[in-house]
């Protein structure tokens, strides 16, 4: 049995499901609202590299890799983005989070905090992890200045990590949050759901 089994997470209007092909369309859309493959710092996939990439992390979901989630909006089913568990430890009790990424019009809004509340709970409480890791190109800012904000600390820098995909190599920054720091950040997480302009 895999450490992570499919499973629908669910709080506040969003719905983490397990992606499949069947959004292949609305993770399109999602990427088109802001065209966000054209960031230099993310992955997010162009248009016609949408399939591949689910069609990738469905082969990492078989090699118990990384476990894709598509966001959804529940009221009307539409996809917002997606956010994974990857770099799976089951020995240790840890995986990390991310390949996350929305809809421009609903970045900065409180679908990030959501989420990452729901995707925190999981791994703590039901799969109980002893750590919860993020990475993320040292250039994102925007994506450590969200990292820290959840709490996470900062583990370091990996210098000379990995390629971007226009070919530079990037130095990767690594946070980290523990079982005994997940109360205060739980906590946290939902003091900024109840106050929606924080969040």
């Known amino acids: ?27 399109r859309a999602a990427a088109a609202d802001g065209e966000l493959w054209n960031l230099r710092v993310t992955s997010v996939p162009a248009p016609d590299e949408t399939r591949d990439y689910i069609e990738t992390a469905l082969k990492s979901r078989e090699e118990g890799q990384r476990f894709a989630f598509a966001v959804i909006e529940a009221a009307s089913g539409t996809v917002l983005g997606t956010t994974s568990y990857h770099d799976i430890l089951p020995d240790v009790k840890r995986v990390e989070i991310g390949y996350t990424w929305y809809a421009k019009r609903v970045q900065r809004t409180p679908v990030n905090t959501t989420c990452k509340l729901l995707l925190l709970t999981h791994a703590f409480d039901t799969l109980g992890c002893n750590v919860v890791g993020w990475r993320t190109d040292n250039f994102n800012l925007a994506s450590q200045r969200a990292i820290e904000r959840l709490g996470a600390k900062k583990d370091g820098v990996i210098r000379g990590h990995k390629l971007r995909r226009d070919g530079t190599i990037r130095d990767t920054v690594m946070y980290s949050l523990h079982q005994g720091e997940w109360p205060e950040v739980r906590a946290h997480l939902h003091y900024l759901l109840s106050h929606p302009f924080s969040a």
Do not use: D, Q, W
């Open 1 to 27: 049995m895999s450490f992570i089994t499919p499973i629908t997470l669910s709080a506040r209007g969003i719905k983490l499901v397990p992606l499949a092909l069947e959004h292949e369309a609305g993770l």
